[in-house]
């Protein structure tokens, strides 16, 4: 049987700069859930160390957790890379260090990259900035997560910022890209015809929320085979239907 799930799939902790201090683990996923929501993934700059935390918080809440990151490619690009799996997401955040062009972070300038754990408690700090770009272009970035079991998309491409139609004036095709995100629905018809073979791509819709306030209110959803309704169950069946070719 099908059922909605209603999903904010690019969510900011206080371990992104620019994320807000009040965006803990504990309360992203509590806000989450007072605006209905059911499926969530944290997706911090060029890191995945706060999604432990995030799962722990999420299982209290009631929230189907996603671990995922905001890369930013070598051409300045966001893209969103997500994982079904914390291991393999943790394993990916080990690789992309690798990646990373490392200067130290300047708080003052940049803001916190605070690590916490399950109950909110900072246990660390990134000391390295973690909004530059990395080293992979986004053609190199797909493979890359795929390594990790992972899937990827161009993140808000309808902004102008670190957009890949901003910063490459297009939206590349690849094998391995299933989906877009959209900042708004209203411009999902604007994309289909300015790039038709996003038509065979999905759709998502999210919030890229720096700010409580800012984390999407139960409006977008995919519909979901869940027969036991496991929170392992429903995660797989959001990966296996965000890989699977659609028709708009």
Known sequence: MLERYYYDLHVHSCLSP?????MTPNNIAGMAALKGLQIVALTDHNTTKN????????????????????????????????FEFLDDAMAFDAALHEERILFPNDPDAFGHQQIMDEEDRVIGEEEHLLINAVRLSLDELYPFVRRFHGICF???VDKEANSVTGMLGTVPDHPDMHAVELHSVDRVAEFDERFPFLRSKHVIVSSDAHYLWDISEAEHFFLLDSEDYSTD??????FEHLEKEVLR
């Open 18 to 22: 620019c994320g807000d201090d009040d």
């Open 51 to 82: 999604c432990p935390a995030f799962f722990a918080a999420a299982k209290k809440n009631g929230i189907i957790p996603v671990a995922g990151a905001e890369v930013t490619t070598a051409e300045d690009v966001h893209a969103v890379c997500l």
């Open 154 to 156: 161009p993140a808000h």
């Open 233 to 238: 169950t429903i995660r797989r069946r959001l």
